[in-house]
């Protein structure tokens, strides 16, 4: 079971907000804890990287992209309701009604998703799919100039939504997608904090992932290491209507999901499922039949190349204001990569064969 540390840091680092390329809240949160076991810095383009034993020959890049899906100011009309643009990508059939933060050099100001309720729309507009463009946002501004003496185009947005806990120790929230895997690397630094590596460890929360995997791009290439292992979240499958045929079979509470395909390397893959089996930790085997959508992606191809792992937290509702996790999926995904990282030697060789 997590200790009441680790879920008071986790759901501080939820409730901060870091839309991509504005992600400077959660980073420090996360700065802030790593920083009591490891050495901390960051780099310009705003990656938190912490340092366990840097000496030792062999590198190894942990990266759980810290930037959640969100939105910037982009427009204010005369009636003082804003226009916003995407940063990343939200599902919006779910954003009506939606309650929102924006975040201004003033602090915070509440907002709601607005669009016309269903008894006044005309029939061709009842059939209609919304886009983002489609739907305002109500600060309660009474005019334009109202409205931007409060706020300023290019501010950025997030749910206002916090971190609570479901039943069946499950907990809901936004920006789960990715701060689950940040908090994963948190807490893999500090269980191996006193140990004896033959590795050194970079723990990266990074950024801008949401944007095109850019953050991981210039840490890897700053940090060049031999292994690098990206920690996300993937589709929680266990919901009615999907089709598993097309999607596989990754539940909640059924452990983190170990990925396979050409953007992993096998014996890095081989080691993850031997680390599980040894602590018999459940866990899930996930196809990828191309690159994956996750900072993996990127490292894989750093430099002359480097040896790349995935290992993801099942999620539901992704890119929502609901996102669910499992604490026993998260608690288990610490629990293998510690056993992972405690397990290779200076010597261990990744070229497959």
């Not at 840097?54 to 003082?80: C, S, W």
Request: charged letters at 25%; glycine letters at 10%; aromatic letters at 8%.
């Amino acid at each position: 079971m997590l200790s009441k540390e680790s879920l008071d840091f986790f759901k501080k680092l939820v409730e901060s907000p870091s839309p991509s390329g504005f992600e400077q809240p959660a980073a420090k949160v996360f700065r802030d804890y790593v920083s009591k076991f490891s050495k901390v810095k960051v780099d310009v383009m705003g990656n938190s990287i912490a340092t366990l034993n840097e000496e030792a020959g062999l590198r190894i890049m942990l990266a759980g992209h810290i930037d959640q899906i969100g939105f910037l100011v982009n427009y204010v009309n005369d009636q003082g309701f804003l226009y916003l643009t995407q940063a990343g990508g939200p599902n919006v059939l779910t954003l009506i009604g939606a309650r929102l933060k924006i975040h201004t050099k003033k602090g915070p100001i509440l907002g709601v998703f607005g669009a016309k309720t269903k008894h006044q729309l005309e029939e061709e507009e009842a059939k209609k799919t919304y886009k983002l463009e489609d739907l305002w946002v109500d600060i309660g501004a009474k005019d334009k100039n109202d409205a931007l003496s409060m706020i300023c185009v290019g501010d950025p947005v997030t749910f206002a939504d916090g971190f609570e806990e479901l039943l069946g120790g499950r907990v809901i929230a936004p920006g789960f997608d990715d701060k689950v895997g940040a908090f994963v690397v948190a807490e893999v630094l500090k269980n191996l904090a006193n140990e004896n590596l033959d590795a050194a460890v970079y723990g990266v929360a990074t950024v801008q992932e949401e944007l095109g995997l850019r953050g991981a791009r210039t840490a890897a290439y700053g940090i060049n290491p031999q292994v690098g292992i990206a920690i996300d979240v993937t589709f929680g499958n266990d919901y009615p209507g999907i089709n598993k045929q097309k999607w596989g079979e990754t539940d909640l509470d059924k452990g983190p999901v170990i990925s396979r395909g050409g953007n992993i390397n096998p014996k890095i893959y081989d080691t993850l499922v031997e680390s599980a089996e040894r602590l018999q930790l459940p866990y899930q085997i996930d196809a990828q039949g191309s690159a994956t959508g996750t900072d993996a992606n990127l490292m894989q191809v750093n430099k002359e190349g480097m040896a790349t792992g995935l290992v993801s937290v099942p999620l539901r509702y992704m890119h929502s204001q609901c996102e669910i996790v499992s604490l026993d999926d998260v608690e288990n995904t610490i629990y293998l990569l510690t056993e992972f990282i405690k397990s290779l030697k200076a010597d261990t060789s990744f070229i497959p064969a």
